[in-house]
């Protein structure tokens, strides 16, 4: 499932093509992946020029000249193919520059989603508009989590995965993040101590920014015929490691269901 990392590694990717570049063609080749996609998507789409892209947690922003930014959201299964050599049954939307670049939003299971909002309005999109910070960057501090985890009685990992207190935290990251800060991922989340959301702040931007350094490596292959966009693999300390040793004092990584996911971490190093 593409997590934050992935969907900036796939906006990056898609700039190359698309900033600045015109729309000669837009291909709806169904009507809906999660939900219908909008009645005047190619209409609006088709001459437009893309004056700039971006991402708000997991969705991708594709700015044009109408006034109006394409949202889109990967889901669990969406990736966008460049310059495909053929089309295939899971190419659902399809984008091509007057230069001639042929883009293809790939989604078979079709949890992804594709949106036109206007542009002065992205903020007050649905979706976007109770979200809390951008995880990087300069949103994220260690004041805005003491004052919206203050008094609650919630795990602190289920509260990261909250988007109203960050944005697009997956469940990888928060793993991985809480690792790094020593924090255990039941203790309530009004009980960590100003000292550990200090080392917790810092530990989130640092997992976000290798996992996107990771996935620019991987933007070498980016322009081959076929070119994935958007999946790469990384050496994790806890996620997915069940029973191997942690990677600080050796002791078994332990894995538990919380919240109807996963988590990972080490009973010794997370307190
Ligand atoms: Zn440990």
Redesign the pocket.
């Known amino acids: 499932m593409p997590e934050l990392p992935e969907v900036e590694t796939t906006v990056r990717g898609l700039a190359r093509y698309l900033d600045g570049a015109r729309l000669a063609r837009v291909e709806l080749r169904r009507a809906d992946l999660r939900r219908p996609f909008p009645v005047d998507l190619v209409q609006v789409l088709t001459g437009a020029t893309v004056t700039g892209l971006g991402r708000r947690a997991k969705y991708g922003l594709i700015q044009t000249d109408r006034g109006q930014t394409m949202v889109f959201h990967l889901g669990m299964s969406g990736r966008w193919r460049i310059e495909p050599e053929e089309l295939g049954p899971h190419d659902h939307l399809i984008l091509e520059t007057t230069s001639g670049h042929v883009l293809a939003l790939c989604d078979p299971r079709r949890f992804g989603s594709v949106d036109l909002v206007p542009t002065d309005a992205l903020d007050q999109w649905p979706r976007f508009a109770a979200m809390g910070p951008e995880p990087v960057g300069d949103g994220l501090t260690a004041r805005h989590l003491k004052t919206a985890l203050a008094g609650r009685s919630a795990a602190i990992k289920l509260m990261l995965l909250d988007q109203r207190i960050v944005a697009g935290l997956g469940n990888i990251y928060v793993c991985e993040a809480l690792?790094r800060a020593g924090i255990a991922p039941l203790k309530p989340a009004g009980r960590v101590s100003g000292a550990a959301l200090d080392r917790l702040v810092p530990a989130i931007k640092a997992v976000i920014a290798e996992a996107i350094a990771a996935g620019g490596s991987t933007l070498r292959d980016f322009a081959q015929p076929d070119g994935q966009l958007g999946y790469f693999s990384k050496q994790f300390d806890v996620y997915d490691r069940t029973g191997q040793p942690?990677?600080?004092?050796?002791?078994a990584?332990a894995r538990f269901a919380q919240g109807g996911r996963s988590t990972w971490h080490?009973?010794?190093?997370?307190k």
């Open positions: 690792f942690c990677t600080r004092c050796g002791s990584v080490c009973p010794r190093c997370q």
